[in-house]
């Protein structure tokens, strides 16, 4: 199949269409599909249609419910609960926002803590509307067990994605989000499904074997932490600010308690938000930080985190969204198969 290009609208409207006919109400196929047209905009192919399998799987199992009005809670001055009701975790995060961010600006620094939510999105669609907002932010989540701590032979964290966020005026945030795994799983599942090897130090075989075969990693093998040590104890911090603090799962107990119907477990989410117009230097933090990032721009060879997502939403702007054909008609076959 060849593929085939969509506006952001367009494919938003697929996938509320897809998420509405399988027992998902407006508000939440909304959000969600704000989300999941977003990462297509942006290049983030393996976060975007690709995952909508596994949101479909998820409310035809009885799993997630379609229906969840996420309610929000002041809990204290700097913290805000957000319970999903065993819903999508976009609403959740759409309604806790504002929240949010108000009780940064109020204290200089607030978390928010959502729980009972199904998560199986990018975290830079979450931080970004922060960071545009003045505040510098950070997200964190967790999954399945999927990365093998440092040593182990079995795996036990999730693939732990981190987030930060930081403002910058008039431009575009700084925005990275990454796994605490050496690559992100949806990225080894695009491997598999498309027959490409993944770099050396990916993952390891179901007999704990190093492989570079993304299929074998799937199949009954595991990720591996970035840096060894160093990102296995990011991880192990996620499971704690994600489960530890905010009582959900910890993603071994994810695993023994989800029916694995191949979607998002029940699980919880972490998030900070700061001002920096409360810590002392008002007047002159944005110019600081301003003069330390172009330093960082010109030298030569060094990376700016967002630039390339940045640069995939103007060209899909402009050309469009290119989507698999092989996905659309998988998504207007969920549409036809629903009940």
Known sequence: ???????????QQLVEGCLMANGCNHENAAALGRTIASAERDGSASHGLFRMPGYIASLRSGKVDGNAEPTVTRIAPSVIKVDGHRGYAPLALEKGREALIEAARENG???MALVN???FASLWVEVEPIAEAGLAAMAFTTYKPAVVPAGAKEPLFGTNPMCFGWPRGDRPPLVFDQASASMARGEVMIAARDGHAV??????DADGN????????????????FGGHKGSTIAMMIELLVAGLTGMDFSYEAQKNDNNDGGPPNGGEFMLAIDPNKFGDT??????SEAFLQRLAGMEGSHMPGNRRYANRAKSTVEGITVSEKVHASCIEFINTAS
């Open 199 to 204: 770099p050396a130090g990916t993952g390891v």
């Open 283 to 288: 007047e002159g933090w944005l110019d600081h």
């Open 117 to 119: 939510v199904h998560h």
């Open 1 to 11: 199949m060849s593929d085939i290009k969509m506006t952001e609208r367009e494919v």
């Open 109 to 111: 620094i607030a978390a």
């Open 210 to 225: 190093p492989t570079t075969d993304a299929q074998k990693i799937l199949d009954g093998g595991a990720l591996l932490p």
